[in-house]
């Protein structure tokens, strides 16, 4: 079975210039006007080598380009440092209706320039811009809500050495124009990406796929419940992909990867566990090489930790408490089907494209046949043991028993389980999911019913 489109990053290109270089060849390059790294989609075809001399994309404008008005910019004038990663510092996405036609800029003022590889994507139509590891000093929350309907950005660690910035397009996106305005004495270096509607409406498919944070599929061993209890732990998001939201900026990625590894704790300080994760820290981890991490590691139970939220105001006010899903193909109701689909679009979200984050249709009608029954009964149980210890901790949503179509959920000799610890969206919920006593608190009611769960299998395994 093949569950990665494993990628070898053979087209990526990704260089800190100004990082291995002193700071006088710096200077020169810029005066020079050649620290331009950007690339339309269309470069992206070509083998490596150096930039492309092509006037329309290797452009350095005298002056900075003459577009609407920043509406979410803060720019913020910082030394620059010439070692080290460069450190991004305020970020932008302002455009709408020109006389020319409907047009948006994205901007990122940088303390040095970097090299940028630009790529849109298709089904979301989606911007994504690669960079070299950049530290983002960014105010909370920007990028979201910031007055242009269905127009958004997220940003983050993609893999080791890299980070991306995703922008979430309302229409069929093509780049017009990359750059990278060099400093000048009152405003810092800035990557610039103009993009305008696709042609026709058409996003054109990168010539080359883009890279995956994944490794390539390593074939899947039967095994039995033998020594040690392999418990795959899996904090949902990570890097780029954040997650839902709290009111004050708490991110779901960061309340559930502390829960996870005071989790892994509970679960260290007893006998016969061998405790995983799927990220340890705050890197992008795509659905399918959780999968993949969990299956090779031979889990004995998968357990997906995320914190919901709900859009609606009115429903925000209300909707509270913690839920826990296994896999079915066919969701327990429309609010289940619906978070499926948000929890699905992790991948969209962390900027990998359909072929990479899997043919949704295609993989639903080949493992919906491969997961064994027993498999579905062990996760149902492990539910309920959940369910039950979650009770006295946190309070519970309600029909707090529910399934829909997680990605992550389709394993087929893993029994597996997702646990919404609650929701961000609710005041009282995203208050007491951020302090150490609750999430320490709610790891010990999942390692007891993951210890119960536990001693069910290891004594029906023993002859
Ligand atoms: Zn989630």
């Given at each position: ?6 990628c ?10 100004a ?7 710096v200077?020169v ?33 005298k002056?900075?380009?003459k577009?609407a ?9 910082r ?20 006389a ?23 089904n979301?139509s ?42 979430e397009?309302?229409?069929?996106a093509?780049?017009a ?13 800035s ?27 390593k074939?899947?061993v039967?095994?039995?419940?033998q ?34 590894h ?8 007893r ?10 820290g705050?890197?992008?981890?795509s ?10 590691a031979?889990a ?14 009115a429903v ?15 969701a ?28 949704e249709?295609?993989v ?5 046949d491969?997961v ?21 901790t ?10 829909a ?6 394993q087929v ?17 995203a ?6 006593a ?6 010990v009611?999942i390692?007891a ?9 290891l ?5």
């Amino acid at each position: 079975m093949q569950i990665l489109a494993g990628c070898q990053p053979t087209h990526f290109r990704s260089r800190v210039i100004a990082h291995v270089l002193l700071a006088g060849v710096v200077a020169v390059l810029e005066a020079a006007g050649i620290v331009v790294a950007a690339r339309a989609q269309t470069e992206i075809a070509k083998s490596h080598g150096p930039l492309p001399a092509d006037p329309a994309v290797a452009e350095v404008p005298k002056s900075r380009p003459k577009v609407a008005v920043p509406d979410v910019v803060a720019p913020e004038v910082r030394p620059i440092a010439v070692e080290g990663p460069a450190v991004a510092t305020a970020a932008s996405l302002h455009g709408g209706a020109t006389a020319a036609g409907p047009r948006f800029v994205f901007a990122l003022s940088l303390s040095k320039p970097v090299d940028a590889s630009v790529f849109v994507l298709a089904n979301p139509s989606r911007v994504v811009i690669d960079v070299p590891h950049l530290d983002f000093a960014l105010p909370p929350g920007v990028g979201r809500s910031h007055g242009h309907a269905g127009w958004e950005f997220r940003y983050g660690v993609f893999s080791a050495g890299r980070s991306r910035i995703v922008i979430e397009a309302a229409w069929a996106a093509r780049i017009a124009r990359t750059q990278m305005v060099p400093a000048t004495a009152t405003s810092p270096a800035s990557l610039q990406v103009t993009i305008e509607p696709a042609p026709g409406g058409v996003v054109a498919a990168p010539a080359t796929p883009p890279v995956a944070a994944t490794a390539p599929a390593k074939p899947f061993v039967e095994r039995k419940v033998q020594g040690r209890f392999v418990v795959m732990i899996d904090p949902g998001h990570g890097g780029i992909d954040g997650g839902a939201m709290s009111q004050t900026h708490v991110v779901e990625k960061d309340i559930v990867l502390q829960v996870a590894h005071h989790l892994k704790a509970a679960l260290d300080g007893r006998h016969g566990y061998d405790v995983r994760m799927t990220r340890v820290g705050d890197t992008f981890v795509s659905l399918d090489r959780r999968v993949e991490v969990s299956q090779a590691a031979g889990a004995d139970l998968f357990i997906s930790i995320h914190a919901d939220s709900v859009g609606d105001a009115a429903v925000a006010r209300t909707a509270r408490g913690a839920t826990v899903y296994t896999l079915s193909e066919t969701a327990s109701n429309e609010a289940a089907r619906q978070l499926a689909e948000k929890e699905n679009a992790a991948d969209a979200a962390g900027g990998l494209d359909g072929a990479e984050a899997g043919d949704e249709g295609q993989v639903n009608s080949i493992l919906a046949d491969l997961v064994k029954r027993e498999t579905q009964n062990f996760s149902h149980e492990f539910r309920s043991l959940l369910i039950d210890r979650l009770r006295p901790t946190q309070m519970l949503g309600r029909d707090p028993s529910r399934a829909a179509a997680f990605k992550v959920l389709r394993q087929v000799q893993t029994p597996t389980a997702l646990v919404e610890l609650g929701f961000l969206t609710h005041e009282m919920d995203a208050q007491q999911m951020q302090t150490a006593a609750w999430q320490k608190r709610i790891a010990v009611a999942i390692a007891a019913a993951i210890d119960t769960y536990a001693g069910r299998r290891l004594a029906a395994a023993r002859p």
